[in-house]
């Protein structure tokens, strides 16, 4: 009884004052952040600053857009780890997953536990702060981080005032965490929990009810089978209350699992289905598509986003928002038509080069993938150029090298990057010349780059009719900031649309 009076008191020390607007609640408690330039950490953070607390954070060796976005937030961020970044009187420090933090030997770790001050997660924080809250979790293999920032879009511009955490920056939201005062859009993370603690982050949230995007094999470092991987994915489903919604993609995986959940389970595609699904698709700058309902009616959506995955994932959302009856057409119409997408899901760099740099995120096969369709879509006569960074355990494992059989599939021009060294020791991490031959067996036209400047130099000389993608989830050697101003200035005016 002990042990659960101590987790309700440390819940409703995580609250905040009830009723009281974030700009007038008290700080309950100090919370400092180490790792906080990670997605989703700085998105915690500021759903505690926004619920009242007062917040400060560390990070070492990070990269824009991250690292900027985080240093324009307001609170205390210092650029190194150190014992003497903890504030007075601190109440809990929360730590970041990366390999390079280095728990163990983190000073910032070692000084809270030596003062006595609780250690935790993100995850287990945000689950702990929105257990009272109407959850909504956003999950699957690929499109989470874009369902849910549209979400929170469509509910924020329809004035419901949702609180989100999206795990990647969206123009279209005025930050990537919100407390808010009504349902709460969570994107939830399949990725373990911490070296030592090994459920997936959505395991410890609270939802009432779930989108489920995708559910295709990824990190392969931590669930080295499919039925590893989906392990966790059938767990959140059992976790759905039975008056609950679950809306999920119509897909031979999502249909496995789907038994799983008691609660009412409505599908979507961009095929036709027995759900909701998109037709007449017209791509384009903007593209347009009619939404069909499973009773037939026809919401006509237009959209700037780029890719095929877009399409499908705007569905989705429509779908869960509709269903749920949380905004009318009209605002589902607008908030589609006006939401921008989010930084390095297909964002062109460049604005005069006649080659337009376009960056993407490569974490996974599918996401990767997905990219490389999206351009070919949108400029089926240009020849495309890839450059590609392995930063992600997944890409560099050798139990992943068959996704350089085929996930270049379509581009003219492929440079590959090294793999980063940080957690290398943790799998069974590939070369650079690994990845690069078997890149190359699979009859792409492929080059190892090992420094900016000599991809800088490759890509100095081409004709002017390709398009260029950056595909990374790292900072790809500086790449998406060093080159959009160097096009610009070495290919001139648009030539292309």
């Not at 059992?238 to 995986?253: F, K, N, S, T």
């Not at 038509?337 to 080069?353: K, Q, V, Y």
């Not at 006569?381 to 350089?404: K, Q």
């Amino acid at each position: 009884m002990a042990g659960r009076d101590a987790e309700i008191s440390r819940r409703a020390a995580l609250a905040p004052v009830r009723g009281a607007k974030p700009q007038d609640a008290r700080a309950e408690m100090r919370i400092h952040f180490t790792g906080i330039a990670g997605a989703g950490m700085s998105a915690v953070a500021l759903m505690m600053r926004d619920a009242g607390h007062e917040i400060s954070g560390s990070d070492e060796d990070v990269f824009p857009p991250m690292s900027t976005y985080v240093e324009g937030l307001g609170f205390p961020f210092h650029r190194r780890f150190d014992a003497a970044n903890l504030p007075d009187g601190l109440d809990v420090l929360v730590l970041g997953t990366s390999a390079k933090l280095g728990a163990e030997s983190n000073p910032e770790v070692i000084a809270a536990r030596a003062r006595g001050v609780r250690v935790t997660t993100f995850a287990e924080m945000l689950g702990e702060a929105t257990c009272e809250r109407a959850v909504t979790v956003v999950a699957g293999s690929f499109g989470k981080s874009t369902c849910t920032a549209l979400m929170a879009h469509v509910l924020e511009q329809a004035g419901a005032r949702p609180g989100w955490m999206v795990g990647a920056i969206s123009p279209s939201l005025p930050a990537t965490g919100q407390w808010g005062a009504g349902e709460v859009v969570l994107e939830g993370d399949e990725y373990i929990v911490s070296s030592s603690d090994r459920r997936s982050k959505f395991e410890l949230y609270h939802p009432a009810h779930l989108l489920l995007t995708s559910l295709v094999h990824d990190h392969v470092n931590v669930f080295p089978t499919f039925e590893d991987y989906e392990a966790p994915f059938r767990k959140l489903l059992r976790r759905i209350p039975g008056e609950g919604l679950v809306v999920m993609r119509d897909h031979p995986a999502t249909r496995a699992v789907a038994g799983e959940t008691g609660a009412r389970v409505v599908w979507y595609d961009t095929a036709p289905c027995e759900g909701w699904f998109a037709a007449d698709v017209v791509f384009g700058e903007t593209t347009r598509f009619d939404l069909v309902a499973p009773d037939g009616r026809r919401i006509a959506l237009t959209t700037q986003l780029l890719g095929a995955h877009n399409v499908e994932n705007i569905v989705g959302v429509a779908a869960y928002l509709l269903e749920r009856g949380l905004v009318s057409e009209a605002a589902l119409v607008r908030g589609v038509a006006g939401f921008a997408g989010i930084r390095r899901r297909l964002d062109r760099l460049t604005t005069t080069s006649r080659i337009p740099v376009i960056e993407g995120f490569g974490s996974s096969y599918e996401k990767a993938h997905s990219a490389i369709g999206a351009m070919r879509l949108h400029y089926p006569d240009r020849p495309l150029v890839v450059v590609f960074e392995p930063h992600t355990f997944s890409w560099r494992s050798r139990d992943a090298l068959p996704w350089y059989d085929s996930v270049f599939e379509g581009a003219a021009r492929v440079l590959i990057c090294p793999p980063p060294v940080h957690g290398a020791g943790s799998h069974h991490q590939s070369t650079f010349e690994e990845i690069l031959a078997r890149a190359q067996g699979s009859g792409v036209a492929a080059l190892g780059v090992a420094s900016a400047q000599e991809a800088t130099e490759a890509l100095s000389h081409l004709h002017g009719d390709e398009v260029v993608l950056l595909l990374s989830s790292g900072p790809l050697l500086g790449l998406p900031d060093s080159l959009p101003p160097l096009f610009d200035r070495l290919y001139g005016a648009p030539a292309y649309a």
